[in-house]
C-alpha cells in the first residue's frame, strides 16, 4: 500500500473543504479572512482528486484537533490530556496535544472578539481613546466599526488617528489592558505578542461605518493631521469620488443601484457627481431620474447620507469581485 504524502497544514485544510463539498466549504469560508480564502482557493485548484483513505485521515486528525481544542477552552492543557488520555491513551493524547500546541496561542482580546459589540461598548467606552484604539486594532474591521460609530464624534475622531498611527504595541501595554477588560468581562485570553493597528486597519474599519461617522473623522483629520487624511483618503472611496470611475465601470454599477437609492444620494450630490451619472444614463432615464428627485421634496441629510453609503457599498463590492476598476490616490495611478 503506498503512503500518503506528507502534507501541510494549508494543504490538509484544502483537501478537508473538498471532501466536504461546496455548500459546507462555502459556510466555512464565511469565517476566513480574505488572504485565507485565496491561498486556499490556490490550493483546491491544484487538486486534482482526494484518495478516500488521505480524506479520512484528514477528517480524524481534524475531529482530533477540534475536540482538544474545546477540551482545552472547557479547562485548559491539563484537563483536555487528562480527558484525551481516558478516550484515545495516553500516546494518541501526547500526540495530539503536541500538534494543536503551536496553534494554542491567539491573538490579544480574543475573550473581546466573543462579546457582542454593544455589550463591549459598554466596558470600554469610558476608557482613554489610547485603550479603546487598542482594542479596536485587534477586532475584526465589521465589530470595530460598530463600536467606533456608536463613540462620541470627538473620540471617534481621536480613536480613528491612533488607530492609524499605531505600530506595534509593547506586550506589558497590552497586557495591562487586557487585565482590566478580563476583570470587566469575568473573561481570560491567551496573549501574544502582534503587530495591529496601521493606516490599512482603519481604513477597513471607515469603509464600514455610516457615512455620518466617517465624515465627522475624516474631517477632523483634515484639520490635525492633512498629512495622515491624505493617505487614508488614498486608500478609501467615498461617494464623491464617482468622479474619478471610469464611464464603463459608472455604467456597470448603475445597472446595481436601486433607483429610489440612486434619486436619494443624488439630492445630496455635487454638480461633478451629478453630471457624472447623468452622462452614463440614456436621455429617458436621466429624465426620470430628474423627475423622481424633483417630486421628493425635502428629505433628512441622514438619509441622504444613508442612501449615499449603500452607493458606495455596490461600489466597493462590485470592485472586490473584480468586475470594475476604482483608480486609488487620485492621478498616479493609470487604467489601461
Known sequence: MSRSPVLNGRQKAANLLVFLGPEKSSRIFKHLNESEIEQLTLEIANIRRVPQERAEDIYREFYEMALASQYIAQGGINYAKEILEKALGGDKAVEIISRISASLQVRPFDFARQTEPAHLLNFIQAENSQTIALVLAYLDSERAAIILSALP????????????????????????????????????????????????????????????????????????????????????????????????????????????????????????????????????????????????????????????QRVVNVIRKLEEAGEIVVARGGGDEIIV
Do not use: C, H
Open 153 to 308: 464624534a470627538e473620540k471617534q475622531f481621536e480613536v480613528a488617528k491612533k488607530i492609524a498611527l499605531m505600530d506595534n504595541t509593547s506586550p506589558e501595554a497590552v497586557k495591562e489592558v487586557e487585565k482590566v477588560l478580563e476583570r470587566k468581562l469575568s473573561s481570560v485570553a491567551p496573549q501574544e505578542v502582534t503587530s495591529a493597528g496601521g493606516v490599512k486597519s482603519v481604513v477597513e474599519i471607515l469603509n464600514r461605518v455610516d457615512r455620518a461617522t466617517e465624515k465627522t473623522i475624516m474631517e477632523a483629520l483634515e484639520v490635525q493631521d492633512p498629512e495622515l487624511a491624505e493617505e487614508i483618503k488614498k486608500l478609501m472611496f467615498v461617494f464623491e469620488d464617482i468622479v474619478a470611475i471610469d464611464d464603463r465601470s459608472i455604467q456597470r454599477v448603475l445597472r446595481e443601484i436601486e433607483s429610489q437609492d440612486l434619486a436619494l444620494a443624488l439630492k445630496g450630490a455635487s454638480d461633478e457627481v451629478e453630471r457624472k451619472l447623468y452622462n452614463n444614463m440614456s436621455k429617458r432615464a436621466s429624465e426620470m431620474l430628474k423627475e423622481d428627485i424633483e417630486f421628493m421634496g425635502p428629505v433628512r441629510l441622514r438619509d441622504v447620507e444613508e442612501a449615499q
